[in-house]
């Protein structure tokens, strides 16, 4: 058991649609990071959330939003999506961004993009 | 930029083969190292990490890792390999006192045979 649940597992959009990404914290954490993993490549950060505040964002185009809630949930939200996009995308938890808590991945949404 | 670079793309290796992973990094200030590994199916877990203290560091499954500042590496180590530890392995860093965006290795893929 992961502890970080994503939502959905799979997901096929084509190009110029929106999607939005669901992502459940480790009980007990309140820090929620997004990383896009391409085929063959190691995770790359997106942006993470604390405290429903987008706290660091990584080189992604604005297309690439997000949210927190106040249950410390987190959406993901990509608009226009472009072929490349397509990727396996990684939530990850962590009690608090200024205590060295490791991150805790949940299995991740593959998003194909056609 | 910063960047995080493993050597090694795939390693295949017999059972009871003794494995080495390199892993360098760019950062040049206080930087926090882990090791991920990604079973098939499965999610990313956290297999060791270094904040602080001690170089050598161990993780679960008999991996250990050396931190070796002047180097700028943390390489991934284990005696001896068994089949199931058949995975792909990533290296990350982050930057500074408190755990942020990690950047990731592209990863390694090991395959060990029995």
């Known amino acids: 058991d992961a502890g970080v649940t994503q939502s959905p597992t799979h997901l096929i959009k084509t190009r110029g649609q929106q999607v939005t990404l669901r992502c459940s914290p480790k009980s007990g954490h309140d820090t929620v990071s997004w990383y896009q993993q391409a085929l063959g490549q190691g995770p790359q950060f997106i942006f993470q959330?604390?405290?429903?505040?987008?706290?660091q964002r990584g080189n992604f185009p604005d297309r690439f939003s997000g949210h927190q809630f106040p249950n410390y949930s987190s959406e993901l939200n990509v608009n226009a999506l472009l072929l490349g996009d397509s990727a396996l995308y990684l939530c990850?938890?962590?009690?608090?961004?200024?205590?060295?808590?490791?991150?805790?991945f949940g299995n991740g949404t593959r998003l194909t993009v056609t | 930029a910063q960047s995080v670079s493993q050597h090694n793309h795939h390693v295949i290796l017999s059972e009871a083969a003794s494995l080495e992973l390199g892993c360098n990094y760019s950062?040049?200030?206080?930087?926090?190292l882990f090791w991920y590994v990604q079973y098939p199916g499965q999610h990313l877990q956290l297999l060791l990490k270094y904040f602080s203290g001690d170089p050598l560091v161990k993780g679960i499954k008999g991996f250990e890792a050396e931190f070796i500042k002047s180097k700028f590496s943390f390489n991934l180590r284990k005696p001896s390999v068994q089949w199931s530890d058949t995975a792909e392995y990533f290296c990350a860093v982050s930057r500074g006192s408190t755990l942020g965006r990690l950047y990731f290795g592209r990863g390694t893929q090991l395959t060990v045979w029995p």
């Open positions: 959330y604390y405290e429903e505040e987008e706290r």
């Open positions: 950062y040049g200030g206080t930087v926090n």
């Open positions: 990850a938890s962590s009690l608090d961004r200024r205590d060295n808590s490791p991150l805790h």
